[in-house]
């Protein structure tokens, strides 16, 4: 059984049901809307989670990235990290390690938090090539799909997979004038693969098969941007939107096959480039749910990329996106600690509200509605139960206390609120 096959059918699965109720939408639209690819429910057959819809008429949801290093390997700590992304509203997690016991930590990511979970399967393959050989670029289609395989049965709700990258485009990428080449990490692993063995993409050639391990299990197949712009002047280029082309075929015979799919975007991006962006890849790709990483949309701030990606991600969901990918202080300079995921979450759910706000979402608009209310009350504890970060913002409260509830330490006495009250 896959969503997307049962809604074709035009039954109602208990996954639906929960997604209409949480999002306020009927269910038969629903249904509508995943028969027709333009909204997904990540949920593997083999795991009970507490399911989230992506996509079309829904909620922007937010997915942190959380994962050990080859240099950095604590269980503990990613487990943490989980648990912080979720508890400041993320409403997925993507386990991304790379490090010398990634099965295991996957397998205690997954029994540790609800919600659904992704991976990157290729990361797998390519540890394994590196132990027994040396050498990330001695993998082999065994290894891959090995790899897919078994976390399909281990419960993975959905996997990023490169498969629009092909031996054409690798060999048109080395005359492109880019000035970043590659950034995504799996798009470096199959390219190089590629270019190393001159053979083509396993998930290319054989997304067949790739389709049918994925509908046994109902994987969401996330297509991975593996020639994403790794700066701004690298945007929305040739090799990008080729790549693009190539990942809107392979949307429409996942729809044929009844898997769900969805689709990467960039990336870095300049901000009037954004809303182009998310309307082409809507285009291409016939309505799928459209996942971006930021987009950041200044190469300046190190440091701030939380920033940055907040800023383009309020764009992209208002233009089309359906799924942020987070982006922490720590992009481009180290893993992130338990502070950088809470900080990376929370600049994307404000990016997810914005968005959610300007395209009239009902459920967004009730939230702010709540919120003007709580301030004109100088309701502070329902302020802070509104708020992204009740903890922070209670907390400046109290740094400087007033003698009475009805004013803050920014304008006493002379609170505009206050003083207006008279003239309601």
């Not at 394994?128 to 419960?155: C, H, P, Y």
């Not at 048109?172 to 004038?177: F, H, I, Q, R, T």
């Not at 080729?242 to 990942?247: F, H």
Request: proline share 4%; hydrophobic share 40%; with cysteine.
């Amino acid at each position: 059984m896959t969503q997307i096959r049962e809604a074709k059918k035009g039954n109602i699965t208990k996954e639906m049901e929960s997604v209409a109720q949480a999002e306020n939408i009927d269910v038969n639209q629903l249904k509508f809307l995943i028969a027709n690819g333009n909204v997904v429910i990540p949920k593997n057959i083999n795991r009970d989670t507490n399911v989230c819809g992506i996509g079309k008429d829904l909620s922007t949801k937010v997915n942190a990235n959380i994962g050990s290093s080859s240099k950095m390997e604590d269980i503990n700590i990613e487990i943490e990290k989980a648990k912080v992304a979720v508890k400041y509203g993320a409403d997925a997690i993507m386990d991304l390690s790379t490090g010398p016991n990634l099965n295991s930590f996957r397998r205690e990511i997954l029994n540790a938090v609800d919600v659904p979970i992704g991976t990157v399967p290729i990361y797998e393959a390519g540890v394994v090539a590196q132990n027994r050989s040396g050498s990330v670029l001695d993998m082999s289609e065994d290894d891959i799909f090995t790899a897919i395989l078994n976390q399909a049965k281990e419960g993975v709700d959905f996997m990023t997979l490169h498969c629009g990258i092909n031996k054409d485009l690798v060999n048109k990428l080395k005359s492109s004038n880019r000035a970043m080449g590659i950034v995504s990490r799996g798009g470096t692993f199959i390219s190089s693969w590629i270019n190393n063995s001159n053979e083509e993409n396993p998930l290319y050639s054989n997304y067949d098969y790739l389709l049918e391990i994925a509908f046994d299990y109902d994987i969401t197949l996330s297509l991975g941007d593996g020639l994403r712009p790794g700066s701004l002047q690298d945007a929305s280029d040739i090799p990008q939107i080729q790549e693009l082309i190539n990942l809107g075929e392979l949307v429409k015979r996942a729809h044929d096959f009844n898997v769900q799919v969805m689709v990467e975007g960039p990336g870095h991006v300049p901000y009037n480039q954004i809303a182009a962006n998310m309307q082409i890849e809507k285009t291409i790709c016939h309505g799928a749910p459209f996942y971006v990483l930021g987009p950041i949309v200044t190469d300046l701030a190190p440091g701030y990329d939380h920033i940055t990606s907040a800023i383009g991600g309020t764009l992209a969901a208002v233009s089309g996106a359906d799924f942020l990918c987070y982006v922490t202080p720590a992009e481009h300079l180290s893993l992130p600690n338990l502070n950088d995921v809470k900080e990376g979450v929370i600049a994307s759910k404000i990016a997810a509200q914005a968005a959610d706000v300007a395209l009239g979402l009902e459920s967004a608009w009730i939230k702010e509605k709540k919120m003007a209310k709580a301030r004109k009350n100088f309701d502070w504890k329902k302020q802070f139960s509104l708020a992204f970060d009740g903890e922070k913002a209670a907390s400046y409260r109290d740094s400087c206390p007033v003698e009475n509830d009805e004013m803050c330490s920014m304008c006493g006495e002379y609170c505009a609120i206050k003083i207006a009250k008279d003239l309601d």
